[in-house]
DNA sequence: CTGGTTATTTGCGTTAGATCAAACAAACGA
DNA sequence: TCGTTTGTTTGATCTAACGCAAATAACCAG
């Protein structure tokens, strides 16, 4: 399922925000506590529930983190990209992982088990400061969400969905930008609390308008300005 | 508007759990650096994007933290109570105050300037990590909003809406628990993403069941058993 | 006490979007 | 290659909940 990924190379991750303002000698510190691991498309990294072991960076891939419900339905709650950390259970005291996490595609991760938060906050403050810096934003996002899903119908929801993924796992191509890595109708349904039929519906409207190009698990945005104007409520 | 109160003993505060695990010295320290001040009902604690420059804590009353949105629509995202940290901006490095906090009663809170909070980093890191303690239970309860807004329909959105406003900031009565500040129909639909109207008609209901007993911006619950049913889907 | 303001209730028509159903299309494995 | 699986489209209902409207009820200020 995992193997052991070979050592890395401080400078390929010295500028990701996270390690801001630190020095190269602190970020090879870091980076030799952890593990590297490749894990496959499909790959779970932590499960719902699962008592939290361990906190995560993404080095290479996308993933997704969903919560599924009692009755069985699943909610999307964020898709990470390079750079970023997830899993964070430790930083906010929390034991169990509270939603699942699955690659996308094939990735590349390092892991660090839990008991290095705390010796990190000592030894490397900057990178907690840094971390909390974006779970603070996460925090923020999670608040816009609620408003959004109490205040806005679903055609600006999914206007909204699919701007943010643009913008967080899209690659400019020569005719717009392309979702890199596999989305299906249903997916952004769990993205946006609604159904597979109804985003299909409307993917439909703005391909033919010219607004994105669609195709079976494939977003192409073709003009994200008229999908921002729509986002807005236009 | 506001008139500083006299000074704060630490007996006072040292069973809330943000105090947890801490010397009485430690938290005289705390609460020597901060100061604390009444506020009237309807008084704003802070404004939605105005530069935050302090962060609180609950003393004495209730108070909700909302969102408004460009067109106008309010979302309440949350309310706090007795030895509840709020407006923590530095915590996650932010600017701004993501939303506006409003006395629901007169209250009496006190509040530290930005700055301590690195210091406290230092001076007193247990305070600070039982601070990220309350703010991770935050992030998770925001996640599971999102999840009961993107698959729970109206009915039992109120319910938990109710149930949890009967956790926390209920006092029992004779007959049952009631809700400890003016609640009214249209504040409900904020918490809930829906109308006045459907929230009165849901109310009308089950105070007809006998489940509980609603007047002029009153709620008292009677049977919390049964509500918690609701809110589950039966 | 009285008139005005604010909160609540309830009826009725409308509709966004879910649900049901069926056909179609792309990918995949044997 | 063909059959199966998985994803997508589109049409036809159906309904939860909204929007509107109008009546009532509680509170407040002068």
């Not at 072991?53 to 969903?66: A, I, P, Q, R, W």
């Not at 999307?76 to 992982?97: C, D, S, T």
């Not at 206007?159 to 717009?176: I, P, S, W």
Request: charged share 25%.
């Amino acid at each position: 399922m995992q193997k052991k990924a070979p050592k890395i190379d401080p400078s390929l991750v010295a500028d990701f925000p996270l390690f801001l303002d630190m020095e190269k000698e602190a970020i090879a510190d870091i980076l030799e506590k952890g593990t590297a691991k490749h894990y496959k498309k499909g790959d779970h990294f932590f499960d719902q529930f699962e008592p939290a072991t361990h906190f995560f960076l993404m080095l290479d891939g996308y993933l997704e983190v969903s919560k599924t419900t009692e009755d069985g339905s699943q909610v999307i709650m964020r898709h990470f990209g390079v750079g970023e950390l997830f899993g964070v259970a430790p930083a906010i005291a929390q034991k169990n992982y509270p939603a699942t996490s699955r690659a996308l595609v094939d990735c590349v991760a390092i892991l660090w088990d839990n008991k290095f938060w705390d010796s990190f906050l000592v030894e490397h403050p900057r990178f907690i400061q840094n971390a909390y810096k974006s779970i603070g934003e996460r925090l923020a996002q999670s608040q816009e969400r609620i408003v959004e899903m109490s205040t806005e119908q679903v055609e600006r929801r999914v206007a909204h969905a699919v701007m943010r993924l643009t913008h967080q796992c899209g690659v400019k191509t020569e005719q717009g930008i392309l979702i890199d890595f596999p989305v299906s109708r249903q997916d952004i349904a769990e993205m946006t609390g609604t159904t597979l039929h109804t985003v299909s519906r409307l993917f439909s409207a703005w391909s033919s308008k010219g607004l994105m190009q669609v195709g079976r698990q494939k977003i192409e945005v073709l003009e994200a300005h008229k999908l921002a104007l729509l986002a807005q409520g236009h």
